[in-house]
């Protein structure tokens, strides 16, 4: 039975296998000292246009929210986040357990996104309380990108949150867990090089697009914490063998790879938001990326579940639910088939 | 200039001072071994009718606050809370630094307090959710009584928070920091008893309340985290001479000293309360204790404060904010009486 | 029966008691904004003649180390501490509930003192290892003065010390829980002007040298960790009613009271010390102030316990113990000549 | 120039990278609940003869250490280790990031071993003193096997420190990084299934023994830290792609592959071995596994590392230093004709 269920249950893009094995006996030094993590490391800058940022290269997107947040952070600061963001929701409290808040701001718009105005109020109610001493300072500003329901920032929206955040002497960060899929949308105006422009420090995510595992953290124009190798360490994030993700994202940056992929997920989304606005189904928010929420009736839900793998979202009303269909670069035009068969099954058209 | 700005103002009542002086140069083990903690402790096993309950003295609030949470919770929950909870906004952040979550649930009835039915939606959302192993635990639940905003629980309310509480198997634990206030108050049917017999863990405030400083932390029927001395010394808390709160308890819960001067700032803040409703102005909410939140015109507070001492507590609208004024033991007919006059000038009914 | 066991055993000096009462009524805002803790911190500033000097009132010495420690440290640095230093032994491990390692180096003179010349070599040998980034990074000293052992530095060695740090930009801490009888020893050329010149944070210990609680950090030339006043909340350090800890330094620190007791105890202390010198006795190491580490046959420890109180400190050898005897503030002549007779009858001359 | 400087050089044992190829675009469940990982968990227990243990998959060996040590020990607990444990030295304070105290014993036998006597007597002093409740409690034992010196524990070695843990109601830990090296080495009478009678949890690594990346944390009998999964995530150590590790760890014990590629680095560092001793070279202590720790004139060192890569360790006196030379799974005997040519030349037999 073929799976939608997220878009991470493949293993990685066959060219990124061939790199792991081409490379496989080569001696390198360990803790990212190797030149593949160098090379690597050179495309993202090159990429952002941006030869000064330094990259580091961590696992997953957990660890790398903890340690970003963690590191950027001052003891007596927390994040502001969306209150439907990935660090405030499903992190099982990594950033409260690294000693942080998250100051969750309801998200305005019910769309997963932090408006620019809103934390600005947030940050003058902040400072104009005047027990505000006695309150954790608004330290930095998480925003994921795409966000937890698949929708995008605009590059006017992100440079307005760029300039609320630098106005308050806030670091701007950027979770690009599903970054690939929110560069290769249609019609987005968002890029690398403007992430790099706006952001304190962003990651570019592997693990969802195209690699075994595998996040790089960017910190444009090289301003990063000190002693940040340390602090990785000390979260049990160095790689022994850090060669595992450079080989990957080198492999995955090259000739575009990472673009032609996510490109590849949002037509694949396409196809999947096709067949069921043809069932006549609604969507929970329109989403331009590779995830897509769709709101069925419960007994729909059952009957689909026999035939084709999706996630279980969240309860809609006494008798819908919201559930997620990813794409991924993984996804096959035969899987695409699968589910219209599927739907057309289960959910004929009234 | 008389204020009531707060209620913490003096130093600490006369009674307990002449206990210290009385006790001063005996010699008495430290850390809490001494005879005046012991009786304090008797008599607060007899006033909650407890011969098993344990009790720790610690110096304030928020410490008692970040001991309690931390030490009764798994490290993998978090502790549920009204969004206005004072550990959720008003302590810095000491629960997250001790890498605990804030389950700050929005309080339905605006009243600062937290409904039983709110608690047993949301845990039962928690666990409704199929990914809530990636989430953070409900591991109890956290009331101040009376609220941040002054108001109290019935008996009622109480019992049912307990109930749901102990269906989902978490410990209920209620802050009293003002608890003599809310004792006194009339019309509440809340007693000691009741909250040894519903709490799995509250603590008796003593520094808002008569004395210089100190918080008695309480565990009906005895039950409490192992080793909970050693953690107490761990996160700072643990007094070298803890006869100094032990003294000033034993005084306080001496002949009811304790609910007496919890009446007697009752009755004060009745007259502020009347000052200000006769001036025809209008309360943020309805407290029956010594806290008064009254909503002023902006231009009034400006006044009014060349004359008397209160607390901005937040802005209503554009004209007006809402201010406090707090009473205690150590209110005198007195300052009521500047209060009055302050008003009729300040305020002059319309 | 009297008792040596420490050096908190009883209330506090008659004139911090005096002053409680004068000022108790006196209506003052809380949090250390009050009149009482700006005169100590005035006191302060004179004694130390440092008027840029920085204070900050905490309520006892484990809560103070944990705060001064966490806050001065980065979080991928560790405090260096003498093996048998109170933060690595006797603290319930509240330095690593707050993140951070001891970083314990053997007492070379095994006398509790830290010398200059061994902090100099590990931290050099530190930075020599190629492995170091994967370490924790030495980043502050700690020393205790008066030692856990009694024992005192010179100015020379905390000169020294105080070089050694700076030259490795490690800031200086010195613990002064028992400030008071170190400074008031005989023979010692360490005074306040000299702490403020050499460390970059000392305490000044209230608790034990006769105040019911207390200890101020100060800061030398105001150079403090930023949002000070936010991270003591946050450890759940601050005091709503700060002037109870403010009346009592303005009090001990008034006309000489401090130094005056502390001069008290260390005669107390000599004559402690010659009553078990007359009975043969050794001691565990040359202490010139106000503890006494006496090594007595395990037979004499139980036979002279019912006679007068004291500390059992460590195991000597087979048949040997070290004990503790503490003088004070509050120690009377009388306790001494009780102590007097119990030796005499327990340990008579051989 | 061929390297022995450590035993993460290369990438992975070509069987392992084929199973990556050949399970590359099979759809599986995330966060460990594939079927790779399953069979890997299957494979272990059988290896372990344990139908009953339960087996996690992290990353790498700082975390698992950081999370194993954290999810073990209550709050008021350390963990005993020997002063050159990985836990005490190497990782940059992971252990004391999550909250808890190392308590570092001298390995009283200069090899980096812990012998059960100085546990037992460690933890007896501990419980004798009076002043234990404000010391951190000696909560779980750590060991490396082979230690960070590549020395191996006997079994009865193990017998004598389980006994002694579960006397003292301590879990052991076993730190196995390079137990891959210790299984195979000629000689030992310790096994997996004698590990999982002795041990409380252990961790089987995979990193330095064939794999890319992944750790195997075992707890045998089944018992578990609560919610484990849970605390795996707050970590940041759960990994999405969860199969990486479980394919990798099935390949890996297919066919004994484990313990024949851990042979073959044995049989590669006596190859080591011999051409050191026929230079007449001394060793800093006898390791009968991988890493093999030379004594070394600097001049020499200088020397040789212009032909041959590898470790400096520590300096051992003015003119001579402690170099190490591992080898791996990964070691060729044309790399081991190239270092007998490099000693050849540079190391002439005097």
Same mark, same amino acid.
Request: charged residues 20%; proline residues 4%; aromatic residues 10%.
């Given at each position: 039975?073929?799976?939608?269920?997220?878009?991470?249950?493949?293993?990685?893009?066959?060219?990124?296998?061939?790199?792991?094995?081409?490379?496989?006996?080569?001696?390198?030094?360990?803790?990212?000292?190797?030149?593949?993590?160098?090379?690597?490391?050179?495309?993202?800058?090159?990429?952002?246009?941006?030869?000064?940022?330094?990259?580091?290269?961590?696992?997953?997107?957990?660890?790398?929210?903890?340690?970003?947040?963690?590191?950027?952070?001052?003891?007596?600061?927390?994040?502001?986040?969306?209150?439907?963001?990935?660090?405030?929701?499903?992190?099982?409290?990594?950033?409260?357990?690294?000693?942080?808040?998250?100051?969750?701001?309801?998200?305005?718009?019910?769309?997963?996104?932090?408006?620019?105005?809103?934390?600005?109020?947030?940050?003058?109610?902040?400072?104009?309380?005047?027990?505000?001493?006695?309150?954790?300072?608004?330290?930095?500003?998480?925003?994921?990108?795409?966000?937890?329901?698949?929708?995008?920032?605009?590059?006017?929206?992100?440079?307005?949150?760029?300039?609320?955040?630098?106005?308050?002497?806030?670091?701007?960060?950027?979770?690009?867990?599903?970054?690939?899929?929110?560069?290769?949308?249609?019609?987005?105006?968002?890029?690398?090089?403007?992430?790099?422009?706006?952001?304190?420090?962003?990651?570019?995510?592997?693990?969802?697009?195209?690699?075994?595992?595998?996040?790089?953290?960017?910190?444009?124009?090289?301003?990063?914490?000190?002693?940040?190798?340390?602090? @990785?360490?000390?979260?049990?994030?160095?790689?022994?063998?850090?060669?595992?993700?450079?080989?990957?994202?080198?492999?995955?940056?090259?000739?575009?790879?990472?673009?032609?992929?996510?490109?590849?997920?949002?037509?694949?989304?396409?196809?999947?938001?096709?067949?069921?606005?043809?069932?006549?189904?609604?969507?929970?928010?329109?989403?331009?990326?590779?995830?897509?929420?769709? @709101?069925?009736?419960?007994?729909? @839900?059952?009957?689909?579940?026999?035939?084709?793998?999706?996630?279980?979202?969240?309860?809609?009303?006494?008798?819908?639910?919201?559930?997620?269909?990813?794409?991924?670069?993984?996804?096959?035009?035969?899987? @695409?088939?699968?589910?219209?068969?599927?739907?057309?099954?289960?959910?004929?058209?009234?």
């Amino acid at each position: 039975m073929y799976s939608f269920a997220c878009d991470y249950l493949e293993g990685c893009h066959e060219d990124v296998l061939k790199a792991l094995s081409r490379t496989n006996m080569v001696q390198a030094p360990g803790y990212g000292a190797d030149p593949f993590t160098q090379k690597a490391t050179e495309k993202i800058r090159q990429l952002c246009r941006d030869d000064a940022a330094t990259v580091h290269f961590v696992t997953g997107g957990t660890q790398a929210n903890q340690l970003v947040i963690d590191t950027v952070l001052q003891p007596y600061e927390g994040v502001v986040a969306a209150l439907t963001g990935h660090v405030n929701v499903h992190e099982a409290g990594a950033i409260e357990f690294s000693g942080h808040k998250v100051l969750a701001l309801p998200s305005a718009r019910h769309d997963g996104k932090l408006a620019a105005a809103d934390v600005d109020a947030f940050v003058k109610a902040f400072y104009a309380d005047p027990n505000h001493e006695h309150m954790v300072f608004p330290g930095m500003v998480y925003v994921s990108h795409p966000t937890e329901y698949g929708t995008l920032y605009t590059a006017q929206e992100l440079r307005e949150l760029s300039e609320v955040c630098h106005k308050h002497h806030m670091p701007l960060y950027l979770d690009g867990a599903r970054l690939g899929y929110g560069l290769a949308a249609y019609d987005t105006d968002v890029t690398l090089p403007l992430l790099d422009e706006l952001c304190d420090v962003f990651y570019i995510g592997g693990t969802k697009v195209g690699a075994l595992s595998g996040e790089a953290i960017v910190f444009p124009r090289g301003v990063e914490p000190k002693h940040f190798l340390t602090r @990785i360490k000390q979260h049990g994030a160095l790689s022994a063998k850090g060669r595992l993700i450079g080989v990957q994202f080198a492999a995955l940056l090259e000739n575009d790879l990472y673009f032609r992929i996510g490109r590849h997920a949002i037509d694949m989304a396409r196809e999947i938001r096709k067949i069921f606005e043809e069932a006549g189904c609604s969507f929970f928010m329109d989403s331009p990326t590779n995830q897509q929420f769709v @709101i069925l009736e419960n007994e729909a @839900i059952q009957k689909l579940s026999d035939y084709v793998g999706f996630e279980f979202w969240e309860p809609y009303d006494e008798n819908h639910a919201v559930v997620r269909f990813a794409s991924s670069w993984a996804t096959t035009p035969e899987g @695409i088939e699968e589910l219209r068969k599927a739907v057309a099954l289960c959910l004929p058209r009234k």
